[in-house]
């Protein structure tokens, strides 16, 4: 997880196309600015970022879904919650699940959990449209494979990884 | 159609807090409602389940922006009922 860059995501755990659930494991780092306003001497994983991180998990599954030819941004999270502290060091596991695929817009569900209790679910709702630059897209497919996203018989086209930013 | 507008009707009352009693079929949902895009997307979502279907909002909005429709022959809710009622033909034959 790399905060400063929004990074969210380390690694996918499972995949399941047909059910349409995503699975992501991703580790809040020791250190980070983040933790010296959030709070000194009791640096906490920021709410929002929890949304965040399964809001990023919910698109990574809608991306590979739509076989990345769309994108997709937050347009609102209902029944959000944040059920316990989580803090530098922690591993979130977070579970995505789609629930239904709309004209422009899905809806999924997605909830965290540390150690196996529950630390945060909410609602998700996604607003998808064709990618407004190939940049984007590339950025996504680096980002695909940098956490460990299986492909399998998704068609992409390759050429637009040269989209890449210098940081992935 | 009776049946379809009670059910938009009161998706819209309950999604947007709108009184119910303000809701008629003669109701535009942008102009008269004052629905906006993301309350729309709540609306579509709560519509797609209810009856089974997927409203082609993306289509219906290029329509619209391109000047092949006007946003009363969606955004009515008579005629958003009516493309509900079709949709719903459609997929039972």
Known sequence: ?168 | MSTTFETVANIIAETCDIPRENITPESHAIDDLGIDSLDFLDIAFAIDKAFGIKLPLESWTQEVNEGKATTEQYFVLKNLCARIDELIAAKSA
């Open chain 1, 1 to 168: 997880m790399r905060l400063e860059y929004f990074q969210m995501i380390d690694k996918v755990t499972e995949l399941d196309l047909e059910a349409r659930t995503l699975r992501t494991a991703n580790t809040v780092p020791c250190e980070s600015p983040i933790f010296e306003g959030h709070f000194p001497g009791h640096p906490l994983l920021p709410g929002v970022l929890l949304f965040e991180i399964m809001a990023q998990s919910c698109g990574m599954l809608l991306l590979r879904l739509h076989n990345y030819d769309r994108m997709a941004f937050l347009a609102s999270v209902d029944k959000g919650k944040l059920r316990t502290f989580v803090v530098p060091g922690q591993v979130i596991d977070v579970f995505a699940r789609l629930e239904h695929d709309g004209s422009g817009y899905a809806r999924l569900k997605a909830e965290g959990r540390v150690e196996g209790k529950l630390v945060c679910n909410a609602d998700v709702t996604l607003k998808t449209m064709p990618f407004p630059a190939p940049e984007l897209r590339g950025y996504l497919l680096s980002t695909a494979e940098r956490i460990g996203m299986p492909m399998g018989d998704a068609v992409i086209d390759t050429v637009e990884r040269a989209g890449n930013l210098t940081h992935v």
